[in-house]
């Protein structure tokens, strides 16, 4: 029987989906989703819910002490873009929400925990393509710093403290049931919210900016594969690389004509393009796929069809 489960943050782009899914496969009641405001109705609706500050320490306590938690999902942070406009709120939540989780872990009140990082933890000296697990970091945004001490200190809890902490540094998410929450790679979701609406697009990335993007199904299926593999498989206690697809505006605008032919791009490159510059344009995730079997499902035109689908029905 799986024991209760805690989401942190589960009201944003990934916890909506992530909290679906785990409901669908462990039972509603099992499945805890907890934000700082209350998300969708579905979400709120579908089992419990909990208004929770993921930088409250104690107030995180008596929630896992209420239901009797077990394992934790932290998808509370402050995103890339959202981040450079407000440095110290977004070190104190992306770092203070964690080591909440880390040391009520390490005090064993919870047996596994969940922690993103992202593509944003490498920097300006990283090589760009096919970028390997351990290379060259050097960050230089403020999300970024925080997801690579991050990634520092959860490597640390585990070789010190033993604490069954599990991560993949997931690239740009695409998906259509939320809107994406203040990064570089929104720009892959908007875009197709505008080709249904407008008919055109005006991007805030040049149309040769590549990076590393992935369908949120493959996201979550991830997700739940690597807390579910068994831990003597697992030779990555910072973070895994996590491949799927990467592209340009470009392709996505063809790959979308491919449906809409008459919808057409334009470019004004913003902030957000010195952000990008700084990021790999594809991952090498050879690990992920040796230590736990990843395999991702949905390439960009695979991805266009759900998305134009389904933001269609909506
Ligand atoms: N979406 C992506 O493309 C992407 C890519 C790489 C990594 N990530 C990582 O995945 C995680 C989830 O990302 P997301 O895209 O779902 O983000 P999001 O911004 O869509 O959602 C974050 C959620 O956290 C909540 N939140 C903010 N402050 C909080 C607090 N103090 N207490 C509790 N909840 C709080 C917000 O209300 C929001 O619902 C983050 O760690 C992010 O860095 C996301």
Redesign the pocket.
Known sequence: MQKPILI?????????ELTVELRKKYGSECVIA????E?NNDLVKSGPFEL????SYGAIEDVVMHYEIDEVY???????ATAEKFPMRAWN??MG?LFNILNLAREGKLSKVF??????VFGPNTPKEDTPQNTIMEPSTV?GIS?QAGERWCEYYFKKFGVDVRSV?????ISWK??????T??YAVEIYHEALKNGNYQCFLNEETKLPMMYMDDAIRATISLMESPAENLTIRSSYNLGSMSFTPSEVAKSIQKHIPDFSISYAPDFRQQIADSWPSSIDDTLARKDWGWQPNFNLDQTTVEMLENLKRD
């Open positions: 942190l943050g589960a009201c944003g782009q990934i916890g909506t907890s934000d700082i405001r998300g929770l500050d993921a930088t932290l998808m509370a942070a402050m995103l890339s939540l992306n929400s922690w993103p990082s992202s593509i944003a999300y997801k540094r997931y690239p740009g998410l939320t809107m994406p929450g203040g990064g790679t929104d």
